[in-house]
């Protein structure tokens, strides 16, 4: 008997990883055509770089609640609770900062902790007491909407201290001299960003090389490595060519970042995909999963407190109305992006590109002059479609 | 003609891969046949081939029922011939009645609306039949597996079945509802009905079957015919596997064991109560030991508490109210939970491969590591390299076939996937392993290489329980045997003196005192 797998030739070998690879970034390239659709159909709006900040800061709150609602997804529960909780937390900033004159500093503190209190008060529901996530959260919906509307007695308040605005609207101190109406310290962070992707794909190539792990045609890696590069500084360079970096935009990479990588690379991260998976196997093999569960869910208050604060900073004013609805972008985000709604399945990657295919479709479809009424059908369809076509794939394979 | 049926040239492939070469098979009226052959010899193939899962026009060859060719579109067309197929995994519905169950598909009606006591009554007189006593109003989910397995029975009865396909029928079965369930078989054949039985457990196969046929890599390589004179286990295992298996169990060698001597792990006044009846004790005020080195069977019916006994040390995953003290090494050890158990040096490989043992979807990789991710990992961060080497160690030393550590384990056969979990567990390192039904739904071949496993285990000095319902197996590789009933430990026997009937006299003598 032999212990060895004879190596498959070379020419299956890479047609299958050219498959595989397509599955993976097929989402990349669905998210590419929507982008040079409407880029096409709004001559060249889209990507102007006024209309991409604006995408930025548009989406920003969705994009950082997928990084929440991915994880909570995976362990196989949902949250339908987020848009509420980001309305009700941004009436709480505004209490704090507008009524009670708080320094915003202390008053954004003090709304991520109620956020993770919130988050914790569900989850233990959900976690400890096998209260089905989609009940209780639903309960937590009704509720901090209702304590929304009592905080801010049905009025909108604002306007908030502009330090506190500068979280959405402002932009990064620029350190160089600027020419050309460009941003260079923008496009430098861009460029540095660009280059330390590339330098990460290399080491890891490298490393897999040197363990004698199977890896992609090195051609194939190389265009992909340029590609990655050129698109970078090519959004770097538009969007250093309005204002420069979006405040939000930099601590939306770095949660995503972040969040990359403890899904990937940590323990932690490992064990909640396998409470996903299979709970019961995972509880078997020394996992807490009650606890990961509880956690994820403290997680999910804490990122739609931020998305609160910073959809509060963006209108200026806390609204009753603030946070209406946007649960559904954020689950359809995940959703898109390749989770599976029976746990274990998904990738942080997979919810930031599908939050971002929702946003240009919103961006797009309002430049074009679509009414809401049909971009919510239009949406409605591509979320089924996107699902419909990874099921098709799974059951392929 | 007395043939009921008879596939002819049968040839399927898949993607390039041929599953069925050429297969001719014949059943005659009446009579039980047995299909016999590893896994992935063909034996599911063919029977889905016969029961229209896969339609005619997807394979080559020709199926003749009952004197004419037939042509099914699908499992319909030879449901409505009195084909039906039962399977392994049972397609009950938990929650619904004995008599839903059964008639979920075709209840009696009038103008739509169900006729409750003509279903009532067929119920019944379907129970009787296989028999089975129980209330058509019972839960399906209150039923015991060999009684699920039997209303599987009564619904195939209401098609008025006339060729019955059994596929590991008694695979989840104790001795004696097995027993009672090929004593069925035969009383269906009194009455005319064809059996064509598919089954691992060759004891059944030569105390049962009229013919047998043995599939191999798609094949048929044997036929035998038992009513001339019985046919030897050996015989068909030869076939199966064709190469001599001499011993179908590693000869065991103590004394090679690096120190059989000090007690390993020892178990003391251990009493679990159910976790949903917390005044009903399971396993009741329990001493066991396992000394360094030693394979120590647990015998015993299903439902005797042997699982639950396991599982109660393993971290108190099974049960409330558990009391005891457990000293590994002479030591007390804390089991009180999963990770506490682990770290002490415990490991418990489920019966339950796919339910409580993998993560189907992950691959072999994040599977073999997941008990033990920080022997992986610095700071609570994966390195995926050293993660990699311990995966491929485990490949090569357990000999997991497999196209590379990055494959689902979903897509592993039965063997594989247990290799995965031993893999698991002994990347935990532990002082003691218990192993529940190891060998369960996995061919002849894999077998003996977990045989095989386990034995080194042993050599290497750990102390291993192996929980498992086939007598013979717990004969053939344990240094010891204690049966379970009832929640006791009812007898102890070294490898040497056990045999299946004094361990079967150790129950059934328990059995009668029972109030």
Redesign the interface.
């Known amino acids: 008997?032999s212990?060895k797998?004879l190596p498959l030739p070379e020419t299956r070998q890479h047609a299958g990883l050219l498959k595989s690879s397509l599955r993976e970034y097929g989402m990349l390239l669905s998210l590419f055509a929507i982008m040079i659709f409407f880029q096409v159909a709004t001559d060249g709006t889209l990507l102007r770089p006024l209309n991409l900040t604006n995408l930025v800061l548009q989406n920003s709150y969705i994009v950082i609640m997928a990084l929440g609602m991915l994880l909570v997804i995976v362990t196989g529960h949902i949250d339908l609770s987020v848009g509420s909780v980001a309305g009700f937390i941004g009436a709480v900033a505004a209490v704090l900062m507008v009524r009670m004159g708080l320094h915003f500093v202390p008053a954004a503190l003090i709304c991520l902790a109620v956020g993770g209190l919130i988050g914790a008060a569900q989850g233990y529901w959900v976690a400890y007491f096998r209260i089905p996530s989609f009940i209780v959260t639903l309960a937590g919906m009704l509720v901090f909407k209702g304590l929304a509307l009592a905080l801010l007695q049905g009025q909108s308040v604002g306007p908030f201290p502009p330090t506190f605005q500068k979280l959405s609207s402002g932009f990064i101190p620029e350190l160089l001299p600027g020419f050309e109406g460009l941003y260079p310290t923008s496009l430098a962070i861009g460029a540095l960003l660009a280059l330390a992707l590339v330098y990460l794909n290399h080491r890891a190539r490298a490393?897999?090389e040197s363990?004698g792990?199977?890896t992609e045609p090195y051609g194939f890696f190389l265009g992909k490595n340029l590609l990655v590069f050129a698109v970078v500084v090519y959004f770097a360079y538009l969007i250093a060519s309005h204002r420069g970096l979006p405040n939000v935009l930099v601590i939306m990479t770095a949660l995503i970042a972040l969040y990359a990588f403890v899904t990937a690379?940590?323990?932690?991260g490992?064990?909640i995909?396998?409470v996903g998976?299979?709970a019961?196997?995972?509880?078997?093999?020394?996992?807490?999963a009650e606890r990961l569960t509880f956690l994820t869910f403290v997680n999910m208050g804490v990122l739609a407190a931020l998305a609160g604060l910073v959809f509060a900073a963006r209108l200026n004013t806390a609204t009753p109305k603030a946070g209406l609805g946007f649960e559904l972008d954020v689950i359809a985000a995940c959703f898109i992006g390749g989770a599976s709604a029976y746990g274990?399945?998904g990738k942080v990657g997979g919810a930031v590109i599908g939050a971002l295919i929702m946003g240009v479709m919103n961006n797009g479809m309002s430049i074009l002059g679509i009414g809401i009424d049909y971009q919510q059908v239009i949406k409605g369809l591509v979320l089924l479609g996107a699902v419909c076509l990874d099921v098709y794939n799974q059951r392929r394979t | 003609m007395n043939a009921i049926l008879e596939m002819r040239g049968i040839s399927k492939s898949f993607t390039g891969v041929k599953a069925l070469a050429d297969v001719s098979f014949t059943v005659e009226r009446g009579e039980i046949h047995a299909l016999v052959g590893e896994n992935g010899a063909g034996k599911s193939t063919l029977m889905k081939v016969l029961s229209g899962v896969y339609p005619h026009g997807s394979y080559e060859g020709a199926i003749v029922f009952d004197g004419q060719e037939r042509r099914f579109r699908d499992i319909v067309d030879s449901e409505a011939l009195g084909i039906v197929i039962i399977h392994q995994e049972l397609a009950l519905i938990p929650l619904l009645s004995i008599a839903e169950n059964i008639f979920i598909a075709n209840p009696p009606a009038r103008r739509g609306v169900i006729d409750r006591g003509e279903v009532h009554r067929r119920t019944k007189s379907l129970l009787a039949k296989v028999g089975l006593d129980e209330a058509p109003d019972t839960l399906v989910t209150d039923l015991g597996v060999g009684k699920q397995q039997l209303v599987e029975i009564a619904k195939a009865l209401a098609k008025d079945v006339r060729l019955l396909i059994l596929d590991e029928p008694t695979a989840s079965l104790n001795e004696k509802d097995s027993a009672a369930l090929l004593d069925l078989l035969a009383e269906f054949r009194a009455q005319g009905i064809a059996s064509i039985l598919i089954t691992h457990k060759l004891n059944e196969v030569s105390r049962i079957a009229d013919r047998i046929t043995v599939l191999r890599d798609g094949r048929t390589v044997d036929r035998l015919d038992c009513r001339a004179g019985p046919v030897e286990e050996d015989r068909i295992i030869t076939s199966m596997v064709n190469r001599d298996m001499e011993h179908r169990y590693p000869k065991r060698n103590p004394t090679a064991g690096a120190t059989m001597g000090d007690t390993i792990l020892e178990v003391s006044g251990w009493s679990v109560h159910h976790p949903e009846h917390a005044d009903r004790p399971v396993i009741r005020n329990v001493d066991f030991r396992v000394r360094r080195g030693e394979i120590v069977g647990i015998a015993g019916l299903m439902g005797a508490g042997r699982t639950e006994f396991a599982m109660s040390l393993f971290g108190r995953s099974w049960g409330r109210r558990i009391s005891g003290e457990v000293r590994l090494e002479g030591r007390p050890a804390d089991l009180s939970t999963v990770r506490r158990a682990i770290d002490a040096g415990l490991a418990y490989v489920t019966e339950d491969r796919k339910q409580l043992g993998l993560l189907l979807e992950e691959d072999v990789r994040a599977n073999v590591t997941l008990a033990n991710l920080r022997g992986v990992s610095s700071n609570s961060v994966i390195d995926d390299m050293k993660e990699l080497k311990v995966a491929s160690g485990y490949r090569g030393r357990m000999r997991i076939r497999c196209a590379s550590v990055y494959q689902p384990v979903g897509l592993l056969s039965g063997g594989n996937q247990q290799k995965v979990v031993l893999s698991k567990w002994l990347f935990t390192d532990p002082k003691v392993l218990i192993l529940d039904e190891p060998t369960r739904g996995i061919d002849v071949g894999a077998k003996y290489e977990i045989y095989c496993i386990i034995q080194e285990l042993a050599d290497a000095g750990k102390g291993v329980i192996v929980i498992s319902s086939e007598m013979p197996e717990l004969l053939g590789i344990c240094d010891r045997i204690c049966v379970m009933h009832d929640g006791v430990f009812v007898a102890d026997f070294p490898a040497a003196e056990a045999t299946q009937e004094r361990i079967m006299r150790a129950i059934m003598r328990k059995e009668e005192r029972r109030p």
């Not at chain 1, 690379?265 to 932690?268: A, G, I, L, S």
């Not at chain 1, 019961?280 to 807490?288: F, N, Q, T, V, Y």
Request: aromatic share 4%; proline share 0%.
């Open positions: 008997m212990d797998t490393l897999r363990h792990v199977e690379r940590t323990v932690v490992r064990q995909y396998a998976g299979n019961k196997a995972a509880r078997l093999s020394g996992i807490k274990g399945v």
